[in-house]
């Protein structure tokens, strides 16, 4: 194949269309080029004229060429081999061909219109002929750049409004994962909030009439042991009650039953305020925080999931925290983040229930295990959840941070909660979330957080 600029076609598209056409006449007689430059120079074309094929076509590279003319019949190669290097070249095959020829054989006009050619003028010339046939062409030729340029500037249009589309949809996903979190955290606030104005109520009264309670126990008891004293032989009927309620055991367990009781009511209240902590709501404003209590908060309140069931026994959770600096973060959506990575890890060890008979007793058989880490470096507050369940494929992985992906059957999730983690991760806070992960062996979040602050 020639090698032709293959930019001329581009050039071509993008030069105005306005300018004067160009067309190149490839014949071996001069006399034919002289008559042919003369009819079209006084036509308005600019006219390029070459006796050999194949240095008419070394013109190409240089020269925007809008028409060809072609004789058939030439020494070396004749005008069916040019049409078909032409044709051949990405570069000039939309260049239009018009042959030449003396020869009225109609076998060799459909030679060169299967070829590629347009159409054919017969010598001896008549100048009207060869003029109408060649405006007919040069204006197929002008219309046809026209329409492909316009194709070009659709495609390009089509191009910058599919982007802006996908950036729109993109955009608008982010808007509802906001959305979504703001709605849960407010939620759960608003949840909270009301559960804890309806238990602190009747957790006041008790806390507030244990302490009471506990002096009138103290007296009481003290007065039955006065009582004893003075009066030793209190009677058969006496005795008889006081062995039938077992008056030693009252007098021993009732303090030990009140202290109980009142360690279980600083229990709720504790419960309570580590949920008014975790659901807090965060606004626009950042808060000086201990990383590590909305961890130890976010652990309470799954304890009920860690705890041992039939099928397993409870979670070993690992904690190994570092020395680190108050952080100034959004605390109610990181505990956002800690909650959902914390129970992706429970529900993978309890996928791998049945995998590895957690807790048979057997040395190939591991403890179900939760690791948390914290680390701080001079950048960054690192916090490590890792599990030791069944991990995950390459390809889900790849996944996991798109929003509506999930793994879980229908019901058990939407496919919300990692890519919320990773929005308040990467977006609020400026940080980074990744996740490393060993199908068989188990799955690691890490979570960076500016340890000095960051902008919003």
């Not at 959305?179 to 949840?191: A, D, F, H, N, T």
Request: proline share 4%.
């Amino acid at each position: 194949m020639l090698q032709v600029n293959h930019n001329q076609e581009e050039v071509l598209k993008n030069d105005s269309l306005d300018r004067t056409e160009t067309i190149l006449v490839i014949d071996d007689s001069q006399a034919n080029l002289d008559f042919l430059y003369i009819t079209l120079d006084c036509a308005g074309y600019e006219v390029l004229l070459d006796k050999d094929g194949k240095h008419g076509i070394e013109q190409l590279k240089s020269k925007q060429v809008d028409l060809i003319l072609l004789d058939v019949i030439m020494p070396k190669k004749d005008g069916f081999e040019i049409c078909s290097l032409l044709k051949s070249d990405p570069a000039t095959k939309d260049i239009p061909i018009i042959f030449m020829t003396a020869v009225t054989d109609a076998i060799q006009k459909v030679k060169g219109l299967s070829l590629g050619a347009v159409d054919y003028v017969t010598k001896p010339f008549q100048e009207d002929e060869v003029l109408a046939r060649i405006h007919v062409h040069v204006k197929l030729r002008r219309l046809n750049l026209e329409l492909d340029q316009q194709k070009q500037q659709l495609e390009q249009r089509v191009q910058e409004r599919t982007a802006e589309l996908s950036q729109a949809l993109e955009e608008l996903k982010k808007t509802q994962l906001q959305l979504v979190q703001s709605e849960k955290i407010s939620s759960l606030g608003q949840l909270v909030t009301g559960v804890a104005h309806e238990v602190n109520n009747p957790l006041g009264f008790i806390s507030s009439n244990l302490h009471h309670a506990s002096q009138y126990v103290q007296d009481l008891i003290h007065l039955v042991k006065l009582y004893r004293q003075q009066f030793p032989y209190p009677g058969d009927k006496i005795n008889k009650e006081i062995e039938v309620i077992d008056l030693e055991h009252i007098l021993q367990d009732l303090p030990k039953l009140i202290s109980s009781m009142r360690l279980g009511s600083d229990r709720i209240q504790g419960i309570m305020h580590s949920l008014r902590k975790f659901s807090q709501m965060d606004g626009d404003k950042k808060k000086t925080v201990d990383i590590h209590d909305g961890l130890e908060t976010t652990l309470m309140i799954l304890q009920h999931r860690i705890k041992a069931k039939a099928q397993r026994p409870a979670i070993e959770i690992v904690k190994e925290y570092g020395n680190l600096p108050q952080v100034e973060c959004y605390p109610g959506q990181l505990n956002q983040v800690f909650i959902n990575i914390l129970a992706n890890a429970i529900d993978a060890l309890e996928e791998g229930v049945g995998n590895r008979q957690w807790g048979v007793g057997k040395s190939p058989y591991p403890t179900p295990q939760i690791k948390v880490c914290t680390t701080v470096d001079n950048e960054n507050v690192t916090i490590r959840i890792a599990d030791n369940g069944l991990g995950m494929s390459e390809s889900v992985q790849s996944q996991i941070f798109n929003p509506f992906f999930t793994t879980k059957p229908e019901g058990k999730g939407a496919g919300l909660g990692l890519s919320i983690c990773y929005q308040i991760v990467v977006e609020q806070h400026r940080g980074q979330l990744n996740c490393i992960s060993i199908l068989g062996e188990g799955t690691e979040f890490v979570i960076k957080i500016p340890a000095f602050g960051f902008q919003s």
